[in-house]
Each structure stands twice: as structure tokens, then as C-alpha cells.
């Protein structure tokens, strides 16, 4: 019997996706899917899937944030927290609009902080992730929350890369993501493949390594932060999956 896995990323108002099966890497795609119900509910109903998004959302942020946002903010260190916001509260997620957003995360938060404009920008696919979580409680145990720097950091031996995925660095940020897939196991003409259509090189390698964190996942073996991990007053998980650490 096949075990699909999947991978997503936030994508220009959809996700880019990628699939595996286990059982036989050489069966494998990508595309650019309009929910993560049309992933989770495809013909190879991936058994295990990550995902870019908060999952598990506080109705008062204290502290600066989720708990699992703090852990994975200390894994990263000062060269790469910066890629993990806060997390405001459920209240300011589902405001109206930015100006709202803030005034609702400023009463709701102990300290007080507004939600980044990158964060307001991303809210349209937290909230949709949250609605279907707390709609088909029957896919908790199949989407998982990830996030592709700690992955690419864990793969690369827990060292920052060398190079960035955006910018002048572009180019060699790219290629030595591909390399520390194609180290995790990922098949070769997987990670060679161009993206779909609509999706772009960082959006399907950061989707990639979403996938690489649901195998490890369901292989037992991958580290959650924090540990132990809370939960949200809906039931969903407040923690972030890391891969299995390798030594370099």
C-alpha cells in the first residue's frame, strides 16, 4: 500500500505543493493547489503533510509570541530569528483590516506588539488553515506546522547556510538548498524538477522541505518544538516540527 507525504508553501494566493510516496520515490509531483483540502483530500491522500503556516493560534499572546514561535526563534540564533514572527492573537488574525488587526493584537498581547505587515499579509492562509482544522478535526493528525529555515538549518548539520534564497545570494542560496535535499533522501529528479507553473524556486524547495519534515514526522523521529508542546483552546497544536538532525 502506498504512503503518500506532502509538503506546502504559501504561494501567491494558492499553495505550492509537492507529494512522495514512500514506498516507491519514483512516484512523485508538484503543482500549485488552490486549498490544502484539494492536498490533503487528492487522489494520493498524503498520510502525512507539512505545512508553512502557524497552526494553533492564542486568544492573548504573552511573552512575545507562541511558545513554539520562542523555540524556534532560539534554535535559529541571532542570524535567523528574524525569520520567525509573532504570532498575534486569534482576535487581530481575523480583524477586518490591518489597522484593526493591530489595535486588537495591542489589547491582546502582554507586551503589547502589532502584527508586521508581512504577518497581516500571510493571514488570509492562517485563517484558512485554522477553519479547516477546526472544521475536519480528522486531518490534525495529518497537517503538521513547519518552517523551512529551521528545516534547511537542521539538514545542514544545525549551522546557518551560507547563502540566502533571495537577493544577490540568490542563485547559490537556491542550489545549496537542493543539495541538502537531495542529502535528506529526497529523489534526485525530484528536486532537479523545474516548479510547476505559478510557483516559484523558493516557494517550491521551501515546500520540499516541508516534505521532508512529514517523513520524518512519520518516521518517529522528527523534534518538536518546544517540547513538550501546548495546544490552543480549539485542541490544535502550538508547535513548530523540526527534521531529524544531521551531523555534518
Same mark, same amino acid.
Given at each position: 500500500?502506498?504512503?503518500?507525504?506532502?509538503?506546502?508553501?504559501?504561494?501567491?494566493?494558492?499553495?505550492?505543493?509537492?507529494?512522495?510516496? =514512500?514506498?516507491?520515490?519514483?512516484?512523485?509531483?508538484?503543482?500549485?493547489?488552490?486549498?490544502?483540502? /484539494?492536498?490533503?483530500?487528492?487522489?494520493?491522500?498524503?498520510?502525512?503533510?507539512?505545512? /508553512?503556516?502557524?497552526? !494553533? =493560534?492564542?486568544?492573548?499572546?504573552?511573552?512575545?509570541?507562541?511558545?513554539?514561535?520562542?523555540?524556534?526563534?532560539?534554535?535559529? !540564533?541571532?542570524?535567523?530569528?528574524?525569520?520567525?514572527?509573532?504570532?498575534?492573537?486569534?482576535?487581530?488574525?481575523?480583524?477586518?483590516?490591518?489597522?484593526?488587526?493591530?489595535?486588537?493584537?495591542?489589547?491582546?498581547?502582554?507586551?503589547?506588539?502589532?502584527?508586521?505587515?508581512?504577518?497581516?499579509?500571510?493571514?488570509?492562509?492562517?485563517?484558512?488553515?485554522?477553519?479547516?482544522?477546526?472544521?475536519?478535526? /480528522?486531518?490534525?493528525?495529518?497537517?503538521?506546522?513547519?518552517?523551512?529555515?529551521?528545516?534547511?538549518?537542521?539538514?545542514?548539520?544545525?549551522?546557518?547556510?551560507?547563502?540566502?534564497?533571495?537577493?544577490?545570494?540568490?542563485?547559490?542560496?537556491?542550489?545549496?538548498?537542493?543539495?541538502?535535499?537531495?542529502?535528506?533522501?529526497?529523489?534526485?529528479?525530484?528536486?532537479?524538477?523545474?516548479?510547476?507553473?505559478? &510557483?516559484?524556486?523558493? /516557494?517550491? =524547495?521551501?515546500?520540499?522541505?516541508?516534505? &521532508?519534515?512529514?517523513?520524518?514526522?512519520?518516521?518517529?523521529?522528527?523534534?518538536?518544538?518546544?517540547?513538550?508542546?501546548?495546544?490552543?483552546?480549539?485542541?490544535?497544536?502550538?508547535?513548530?516540527?523540526?527534521?531529524?538532525?544531521?551531523?555534518?
Amino acid at each position: 500500500m502506498a504512503r503518500w507525504i506532502a509538503g506546502l508553501d504559501g504561494c501567491r494566493g494558492a499553495w505550492a505543493g509537492v507529494l512522495l510516496d =514512500l514506498d516507491d520515490p519514483s512516484r512523485h509531483r508538484a503543482g500549485l493547489f488552490a486549498t490544502v483540502a /484539494d492536498v490533503l483530500d487528492a487522489p494520493e491522500a498524503p498520510v502525512c503533510a507539512g505545512i /508553512d503556516i502557524p497552526i !494553533g =493560534l492564542p486568544e492573548r499572546s504573552v511573552g512575545g509570541g507562541r511558545s513554539a514561535d520562542r523555540a524556534a526563534r532560539a534554535l535559529l !540564533g541571532p542570524r535567523g530569528r528574524a525569520s520567525v514572527f509573532p504570532v498575534p492573537p486569534r482576535a487581530a488574525l481575523y480583524a477586518p483590516d490591518y489597522e484593526t488587526a493591530k489595535a486588537l493584537s495591542r489589547r491582546d498581547s502582554d507586551p503589547p506588539f502589532a502584527p508586521s505587515i508581512q504577518c497581516w499579509n500571510i493571514a488570509p492562509y492562517i485563517r484558512a488553515v485554522d477553519a479547516l482544522l477546526r472544521a475536519r478535526p /480528522d486531518l490534525r493528525d495529518r497537517l503538521h506546522e513547519v518552517h523551512p529555515e529551521i528545516a534547511f538549518r537542521c539538514l545542514n548539520g544545525g549551522l546557518p547556510l551560507a547563502a540566502a534564497k533571495k537577493g544577490a545570494e540568490r542563485q547559490a542560496g537556491l542550489a545549496a538548498r537542493r543539495a541538502l535535499l537531495r542529502a535528506a533522501g529526497l529523489p534526485e529528479a525530484m528536486v532537479l524538477e523545474p516548479p510547476p507553473r505559478g &510557483v516559484g524556486q523558493d /516557494d517550491h =524547495l521551501d515546500a520540499m522541505a516541508g516534505l &521532508v519534515v512529514a517523513r520524518d514526522i512519520l518516521m518517529g523521529r522528527a523534534r518538536p518544538l518546544p517540547d513538550p508542546f501546548e495546544r490552543d483552546p480549539h485542541g490544535l497544536p502550538v508547535v513548530i516540527w523540526a527534521p531529524e538532525a544531521v551531523a555534518r
